[in-house]
Every structure is written in C-alpha cells, then in structure tokens.
C-alpha cells in the first residue's frame, strides 16, 4: 500500500497548514481511498543539527580508537557554572567526520527508533551528553559504520536547528489502501489529483509541468519490439523509451532530501541511479529502470520468451522462463537465437545488467507494458514488485517519457555526467478511449437526479473531455484511467465525486412467493439437527497437502488422492484443493485439541473437488477480451465435479459427568448416529453395515447406504494410527457423508402429517442369539422385515437395540442381541395374539436369514 509523505504530496496540491494524517485520511476517504494506517514520527525528543569544533581521538587498551568531541548544538549547548555557555560533550566511535562538519546529534530526552532512549551516561573516561547519530541508528538506512555528515550543498541549516525535520523523521505519513482499479494512485501525482477532487485545493501536475520534449523519437539507442503472444498474439509492449546517461556517478549517494522521502515512502535508499528511479516512480507512477551500459549490446529487443530460456533476477534466483513472459533482451547472436536476457519486462531486471560500483554510463529504460502480461509472469514467479504492483493495474501510458527527461534531469544534477542528445521512443499507442453516455444514465442508476451540465462538470474534472450533444455526450477518457471503459465506469466517477453520502438509502422489497430452494432448505435442515445434536458448525479452508493425506493413511491408489492442483498457491504445503471433509475439519480438530479444547464436537458442511481422471485441461483464456462461446465451453468441461460433503468429528466426553451420572465418552455409535441423523433430517431412511475403510478403524466402522442400496458415506471410530499422526485424543470418532447423493434421493413431496394415534402400544421384547461374524445392524434389518410382514400387517411403531451380551450360557462364538418393539395400530387395541405373532415372524425372518435362535 502506498505511502503518503505530507510535505511530499503538498509539492503537487496545496495542503493548508496545519494538516494532518487523520485530516488527509477523512479528506481522502471522500473520494475511495481509505485509511490503512497512520506511522508516527520515527523519532521523539530533541534531535539537533550540531557543528563539530574538538575532535580528540583517544585509544584504548582494547585496540579501539574513539573521539571525544566537543559539539556546538545552538541553544542546546550546556552552561558552564561560570555561566557561559560551551559546545556539549560527546564520545563517538566514528571516524569519516572532522572538525567543522555538520552532524546530527541526538540530546539527552530524544528516543530512537528500537525505541532506543538517549541520555548522558559516563563511558571510556568521558560523560557523553548524547549521541552524534549514523543513518542506521535513525533507520535511515544500513550505513552503520559512519555517522551522517550534512553537507552544505544538500541542506540549510545551523547548530541548534531541528533535525527531525530536516530529515523528515518528525512527520507523519499516511499508508492508504488503493482498490485494483485506481492504479494511478500508487503515485503522489494520483493522491494529490484525489486531493483536489475531494477538496477543492488547487491540483499542479508534475508531468502536465514538463516542458515539452522536442527531440526526434529516433537516432538514439537502438530498440526493436517484437512482443506478440505465442497463445493469443496479444502486444506485450506499446511504448518503450531509452535514454543514455554517460560519466554519471551511478553508484554514489543520492541527496538527503531524496533518501529521505524514500525512506517515508517505505523504500531503501541504494545509489543514486537506483533511489532516482525509485523516486520518479513514486512520484509520477511510471516504473523506470536503470542498465549498465556496458553490458548491453545494442539493439535492445523486447520479446517473448524462448522455450528452456532463464534468467537470474536481481534477488539472485534463478528464474525457468515460460512461454508467456515478456522479456528486455540484448544483441541477437550470430545463430540468430535471441540475445541474452537482461530481464523481466515490468517486473524485476536481471543481475547481469544491474548497476554496480564501476558503472558510469547508464540506459534509463521507461516503458508501458499490458497489465495482464505483467500480472501474469509476477505471479507465475511470485515477484510482487513495486513494478509490477503498478503495470499490473494500468500505467498512463504518455508518462514514459516524460519520466525519463525526469529521471535523467535528477541523475545528471546529482551525478554529473552528460545525456545523449538523441533519443528513443518507440510509441505504438493507440488513440485514447472513446465513451458514449447517456447523460441522463448516471441519474437513473444512481438515484440522485444529477443535471446534464454536473455529470459533464464532475467528467471534466477528472480529466475527460466531454463533447455534450443533446441527451448524450462523447467522453474522451484521459490516459492515467484504463478503467473507464464503459459508460457504467463513468456512472461511478459521478457517483463518487458528487458525494457517496448524497445516495439516499433505500432497502429493496422482497419479492412474494420466493424463498429457500428445496437444496438450501435441505442444507439448513441438516445444518440444524446437528447443531441441535451438540454440533458446533466451522468452515475451514479447502487447501490441502499429500503430507495430510498421508497423515490419514489413505492408500496410494485411493480416489482421493487424486486432487486439483494449485498454479498459485496460498502455502508450498498446502498446494491441493481437497476431496473430502475430514482431511481439513480433523486439521481444525487438532487445532482446538492443541489450545486445551479435548471435548470436541465440530461438524462442516461444504463442497469437495473430485476431478475426474482424463479430464480435458482448462484452457488458458485470453486477457482484457471477452471469452467466446466455444471457450466458455471448454473451460465448463475443465471444471471438475463438486459435490457437498457433511462431516462431523467427536472428541473425549460426549455427556458430562454429573449428578445425574458417571457421564460417557463419545464412541463409533455416536458418529454412526450423527450420519443416520443426516438422513432423518431430509426424510432419507438411511442404513448402515460393517465396513473397512482410511481413516477409520476397521473393526468399528459402517458405510451409510441410502435406501438404494448406494454407498454415500462412512462413520465410526478413527484408525489408531490417525489419531496419533494428528496428535488428537484416543478413540476419537468422526463421520462423512455426500450431502448431495443423501438429497438426490429426498422426497420432494411435503410429508403428510399423521393423526395421534389414540389406542394404546403394546410392547415386546426378542433376544436372539446369532453367529459372531452376523453384524447388528442386518439382523436389525431381518426383525423390522420380519415384524413388518406379519398377519397384524404392519403396526411396528418403534425397532431398537438395547442389548448386546456375550458370555454364559450363550455359546462361544455367538452373541445374544435384544431388541425392543413397540407395536401399535391406528383404528384398535391390539390383542396378545396380535402382538406375538409379530413377535413369531421377526423371529422367522431372523432365523431364516442368519440363523438366529431365542434366547433361552
């Protein structure tokens, strides 16, 4: 986010005295730009300019020379007890200063950036009364070894002066926040041109300033431009300007002001030919960048890259180039292969053409670039560059050249040197931007009835051109905004220039006879049983890693490792979109486990990406340009499936301990029921059967089938192994479900409600024995059919287990389960005779199937 020095931005609009950073912010919030921070003064208390007038090196015993120096601070200069007044003495370390020089001197009461607090304290023999200060200790800059000197050329000053001011480190600077498509405003020229809109101050264009440049665009250094893109033949590069600058001293420092508004602006002062650069582009906007000379070798050729082609950045990595990116290249060879890369077009240069400490002739390079193709090799490279964050949302592109006369005009002042008399300018811009607007649209859209004569006032002022013609006008866009482009983008400039706060608030009506759709309702519906059932619902993020699935134990060929992957991923680790619930809500689990939260019941509802294997590659559209028929189709059929999952994770107890009893920790059963709850919850009679399947444990796990028979999820106990892989308490217990495949199977109908019944239930109670392999849930299944088919027709009100036992006298190998009916008919009493034969033909049924016999 761009910084806001005050006295910065007063150079291009007139700021009334006495303004501040929280006044800046609420002036420029008025017109969409908003606050994100306001950063203090760096430095508090008495900070001084100082003149030495003693210098006496002193050495140590331990090897080390330092100077006790008298120094002249003006005011601040100590009294004698005779009353008269002497230069204050301090101990320094340094040595690249000597008597006369002007320094900067931090008194007793003054705190430093760290915070580091002065005062005088006795040292080497000496009481130092405070601290003659580097670049470093004032986070000026990296320059420890010396302390600043002020040279006369670059300030006015005199001892005892402020030098907090001098070095702008007693102003405040405002960091504002600037949306995509307000790109000029990552410069003072765009701030102070907001300014004026929203206050009235008079605006002074630092580029409208330039005289013009009358130079012939040709005869300088040779520059060819052949930027076409191999997939869609996009131009890359519409204008490019080079300058040479000869005998400058590139690599000295800049001026003190200049490293001081760079450091206000958040940037590192280097050298001279880097900081002016760096400075013109905050300024105007306009991305610059400086070459070696000498390491160029005419003519410079801006082009696609080469298959295989790479290049190492300015950061020292080295860089596999793509077919995409666009590159500032050298000299083709003898070969005819292209010549050698000296760097990314708007986003990052190459090292080999970086300035150095023996660079004197320079190639000042400033050029527009598509936004799209910079946007896309920045992040294709994970380069944020200052740059690029500029390119990528629109550069004016009339401003190359006159930030290059800035750029040269500030190296040669600071630097020596002479510039070339010829230049280049290779200008294939097209012509400005052309909209036709109703004049009356930004009323009807808005609702505040604006006149013809105060939508063209507010057009004009933001630099359009307007040509009114009855009803509708001709607006010429102005270069700095690539994003007015059709006329709603107009109809927003109104809106906000004539005063957000002018918009009435007027709240919508609901339209009858709408609401949930059957799929929201259902959600909702589920979303509310489990809620209800002690559930607390999370959303967690849906990226992935393999580690997470190797965590789960899931098996190399499992269909659920086969994921999207990521291009641009938020984290390395996580580079996968994921395929099923748990591997993320079981990451929020261990995240709550891990802070003290060992009593866990969390459930998630949200969709999964289940790519299908051979499906078509999504196609790579073109930027800036609306996508045809046949593109959108192909990009829908890149699109995997995804379906909504619900899942749910328990953890420790599940019914507190109390004086109602011992309390009970959660086990498979209470999954198993969550999912069976799912079901309930959308009219689906879901079943369950014994199953093995990662992550669960394979002796206490059930697929969830619909009444079709299709598998539509799992529950029970996590594996062992799991819970240990992700740090969570034993016997933890989790469940997942395709939400989508449980709906596809809901009634669509409105359940009919059934009258009370008014006739009393009998009850009975069956106990077989059966085999120990036979699982509970299909012997339950063989007694509801059972007790559902007999002579009395179907009057079973209620079916559940209530007992499983093993041991005497039921035979090894067999286990006795008890289950309770409750049996009721709607139009009598039922008799005893009624009752038992349901009871006979459960155990028919029961027996038929999987051998069961009453327990004696």
Known sequence: MPRIPLTWLAEHVDLPPGTTAEQLAADLVRVGLEEEAVHGAAVTGPLVVGRVVERTPEPQKNGKTINWCRVDVGSHN?????GAVRPRGIVCGAHNFDVGDLVVVALPGAVLPGPFPIASRRTYGHVSDGMICSAKELDLGDDHDGIIVLSPDDVDASPGDDAKALLGLGEEVLEINVTPDRGYCFSMRGVAREYGHSTGASFRDPAALQDADERPAEGGFPVEVDDASPVHGAAGCDRFVAQ??????????????????????????????????????LDLGQPLHAYDLEQVAAPVVVRRADAGEQLRTLDGTLRELHPEDLLITDSPAASGRAGRVLGMAGVMGGAESEVTDATTDLLIEAAHFDPVTVARTARRHRIPSEAAKRFERGVDPQLPRVAARRAVELLLRYGGGTADDALTDVDRTGARTVVELPLDLPARLVGVPYTAEEVAQTLTEIGCAVEADGQSARVTVPSWRPDLAVPVDLVEEVARLRGYDAIPSVLPQAPA???????????????DALVGAGFVEVLSYPFVGAHQHDALGLPADDARRHAVRLLNPL?????????????????????????????????????????????????????????????LAALDAAVPPQPRHVAGVLTGVREPAGWWGPGRRADHTDAIEAALLVGRAVGVDLSV?????APWHPGRTAEVRRPDGVVVGHAGELHPRVVAALDLPSRTVAFELDLDAVLAVAPTEPVQ???????????????????????????LDAVRVGASSSPAGDIVEELRVFDVYRGAPVPDGSKSVAFSLRLRAADRTLTSAEAAAVREAAVAEAHRRHGATLRA
């Not at 059967?689 to 399947?693: C, E, G, K, S, T």
């Not at 009258?755 to 059966?770: C, G, M, R």
């Open 244 to 281: 040479v600058v000869r005998a400058v001293r590139a690599h000295g420092q800049s001026p003190a002001w200049m490293q001081r508004r760079l450091t206000q602006a958040g940037m590192r002062p280097i050298s001279l030919a880097v900081d002016v650069t760096n400075y013109v582009m």
């Open 753 to 779: 409600a059934v009258a009370v019944p008014t006739f009393p239930p009998a009850k009975e109670d069956i106990a077989l024995v059966v085999a120990e392999h036979v699982a509970v849930g299909e012997l």
């Open 689 to 693: 059967a014994a199953a093995a399947v």
């Open 571 to 631: 984290s390395d680790e996580q580079p996968e979109m994921r395929t099923h619930l748990l591997v993320t809500l079981l990451e929020t689990v261990r995240r709550n486990v891990g802070r003290g939260l060992v009593d866990v019941a969390l459930v998630e509802s949200g969709l999964v990406t289940r790519p299908d294997r051979g499906a078509p590659a999504a196609p790579q559209l073109r930027g800036a340009t609306l996508p045809s028929s046949e593109e």
């Open 513 to 527: 006879g709408r609401g949930l759709t059957r799929s929201q309702a259902a959600r909702r519906a589920v979303a």
């Open 78 to 82: 100590e009294a004698a007890d005779d």
